[in-house]
């Protein structure tokens, strides 16, 4: 048995039945449908104005006072009364949030080690332990050295790695690397990333794109090494996203 429910008019409903508006006057069901309902989930329902005490996971609560109906809901981590009709319990694979950072000036650095790139940062506070972060960072870049050169990108949580390549000797370890040949002044190119991070934390969390160069040279971010003040030359933008994800 299921029923759709819809608030008809204000006012309180005390579970003692004081009050004289009735509950079918505040919604378009009768009690009795309610009640028939409610058996068929196995959950509990409590009419009063304050919350029940020691609820379990998927009992009801309609809260006289504010004549809205509350679901108890537990995620293994946190549990609280959620609004049943238009809440925010989570479902998994929805995303609860998203944050968006575009990095529009430029940037450059010659640093050996990884370095945050100024401004392709973003931060994300996790509703949840158990929710994922799902990065999607575009990056517009360039290149630049009189010998052969070599630039790596890679995204971080906090200056954490998360997503790197297998180390292999030598071998600097990134998500992905540019190359230019001799004294090539080297095109603006675009790149993008994208990962799924399990942060397992409610704290605010800062993810951010990182470069350095390999064998000298210079690494642009949004424009060319040439970056001549004409029509054949372009300004690039990047960004970083970063959403929410229920588990």
């Known amino acids: 048995m299921s029923i759709s429910l819809t608030r008809l008019s204000g006012g309180n409903t005390p579970a003692d039945g004081s009050d004289p508006r009735t509950f079918p006057a505040i919604w378009n069901a009768s009690a009795t449908a309610i009640e028939g309902a409610l058996a068929d989930t196995g959950a509990s329902v ?43 319990v989570p479902q998994q694979g929805k995303i609860l949030q998203v944050v968006s950072t575009a990095k529009t000036d430029t940037f450059s650095t010659t640093s050996a080690t990884f370095t945050t790139v100024t401004g392709l940062t973003a931060s994300i506070t996790p509703s949840a332990t158990s929710s994922k972060i799902l990065i999607i960072a575009q990056i517009s870049s360039a290149l630049h050295n009189s010998a052969d050169s070599f630039g ?69 971010v949004n424009r060319s090494k040439q970056d001549g003040d ?10 970083i996203t970063l959403m929410e994800v229920a588990a």
């Open 152 to 220: 790596h990108f890679k995204v971080t949580r906090g200056g954490t790695d998360i997503y790197l390549g297998d180390a292999g000797s030598s071998r600097i370890q990134g998500v992905y690397g540019g190359y230019t040949l001799g004294d090539n002044k080297s095109a603006l190119l675009s790149h993008s990333v994208t990962f799924l991070d399990l942060p397992s934390t409610t704290s605010s969390t800062t993810y951010q794109v990182e470069a350095r160069i390999g064998a000298g040279g210079t690494i642009y």
């Open 46 to 88: 409590t009419v009063s104005e304050t919350a029940p005490v020691s609820p379990a996971e998927g009992d009801l609560w309609l809260n006289s006072t504010e004549a809205k109906m509350y679901v108890y809901y537990d995620d293994g981590t946190s549990a609280q009364w959620v609004a049943a009709v238009g809440g925010t």
């Open 230 to 239: 004409d029509a054949n030359h372009s300004r690039g933008a990047s960004s």
